[in-house]
């Protein structure tokens, strides 16, 4: 086979067309990378965070000194609830009544008027709240002739025949020696002069007595903080030992 022949030239023409074919590939998967490199990066879309399923509306704590009740609401500390504007005051209370369902505690129903039962006219000699009844009397019967006549006396009636009996007041129940030592301080903190705390004496059966000093608990009289509270409480004892001797 010579160079001449159809055969080689036909050979030649087939490699050329193939180096060619190579050749503009490669020029096209150059230009589609330039072109993939230029083009400017799609920005990526900002993840959405998650929407929380609860979330804080109030914090509730307890001053250490005065034993109140302090309320974080809004990014405030409120000690008074008069600084409470009247919107604020109405989502409050609507939040401790959503707080009392949680808890289980019955809302406050308001009393039910009792339909009044129409008096009944009294009759002469019955008081008002008793009914009249009819006089219940023998039969008339015609005697014989000659025979004796025999009168029965009238049947009075139920209400006049049977007294009502009011039931025995129930005997009340004494107090126990803490429950009388804290009447007698109440006394003496309505007619102190100055303004003092509200102070409570409570028998507990584990604790003994316990002092509630406004909001704070103290078991027994010495581990009340306040000097002043306890001259209180003291002499709210001394008055019972008082009492008692006479």
């Known amino acids: 086979m010579t160079?001449?022949?159809?055969?080689t030239i036909l050979y030649a023409l087939i490699g050329i067309i193939v180096?060619?074919?190579?050749?503009?590939?490669?020029?096209?998967?150059?230009?589609?990378?330039?072109?993939?490199?230029?083009?400017?990066?799609?920005?990526?879309?900002?993840?959405?965070?998650?929407?929380?399923?609860?979330?804080?509306?109030?914090?509730?704590?307890?001053?250490?000194?005065?034993?109140r009740v302090v309320t974080e609401f809004q990014n405030r500390t409120i000690r008074d609830p008069r600084t409470l504007s009247k919107a604020e005051r109405d989502?409050?209370?609507?939040?401790?009544?959503d707080w009392g369902a949680w808890l289980g505690v019955p809302e406050a129903q308001s009393p039910?008027?009792?339909?009044?039962?129409?008096?009944?006219?009294?009759?002469a000699g019955l008081p008002p709240s008793l009914p009249v009844e009819p006089m219940l009397t023998a039969p008339l019967v015609a005697p014989a002739p000659g025979a004796a006549v025999q009168v029965d006396a009238p049947v009075l009636p139920l209400a006049q025949a049977i007294p009502v009996v009011a039931p025995l007041p129930a005997a009340p129940t004494p107090l126990s020696i803490v429950q009388q030592v804290d009447e007698i301080l109440q006394?003496?903190?309505?007619?102190?002069?100055?303004?003092?705390?509200?102070?409570?004496?409570?028998?507990?059966?584990?604790?003994?007595?316990?002092?509630?000093?406004?909001?704070?608990?103290?078991?027994?009289?010495?581990?009340?903080?306040?000097?002043?509270?306890?001259a209180i409480i003291r002499s709210a004892a001394v008055e019972w030992e008082h009492r008692t001797e006479k």
């Open 91 to 97: 989502y409050l209370i609507r939040l401790a009544r």
């Open 112 to 123: 039910t008027k009792v339909a009044a039962t129409p008096e009944v006219p009294a009759a």
């Open 19 to 67: 180096i060619i074919l190579v050749i503009v590939a490669i020029i096209v998967w150059l230009v589609a990378r330039r072109a993939r490199s230029a083009r400017p990066a799609r920005p990526q879309r900002a993840a959405v965070p998650a929407r929380p399923r609860a979330q804080e509306i109030l914090r509730l704590m307890r001053d250490a000194d005065t034993g």
């Open 187 to 230: 006394e003496k903190l309505a007619a102190h002069p100055a303004p003092v705390p509200i102070i409570r004496l409570v028998e507990d059966p584990h604790d003994g007595v316990v002092v509630w000093v406004n909001q704070a608990k103290y078991i027994g009289i010495e581990s009340v903080t306040d000097p002043n509270v306890r």
């Open 3 to 7: 160079i001449d022949s159809p055969t």
